[in-house]
């Protein structure tokens, strides 16, 4: 019988490497208590080590890049709603911008 595959949470795994990290158990202990393979918890350690700086030096700019496409957005927005309320007041097109057939 095929086995499957689990899935584990964020949150789960972020739980496990850090207790790797903290070196107070061997891998084959925490594998045991978690029921994961030791390779699995070694990839997800350093997965945390690697991604360890995203965390804290592109938090601020992605702040900064969000609040310019809310900008961008809005901008286009106001565009689109001033073509849209040129083109409804044409004669001769209905709202589906076709010609009216009177």
Do not use: C
């Not at 030791?38 to 700086?53: D, M």
């Amino acid at each position: 019988m095929p086995q499957h595959r689990t899935r584990h949470s964020a949150e789960f795994k972020a739980k496990v490497a850090l207790a790797a990290m903290s070196e107070s158990k061997t891998l084959a202990e925490l594998a045991t208590e978690y029921g994961v393979h030791p390779a699995q918890i070694t990839r997800w350690k350093q997965e945390l080590v690697q991604s360890a700086s995203d965390l804290f030096g592109k938090g601020k700019k992605k702040e900064v890049n969000h609040d310019a496409e809310i900008d961008e957005l809005h901008r286009q927005i106001g565009k689109l709603k001033v073509e849209n309320d040129f083109l409804s007041n044409l004669p001769g097109l209905n709202l589906t911008g076709r010609k009216s057939k009177r």
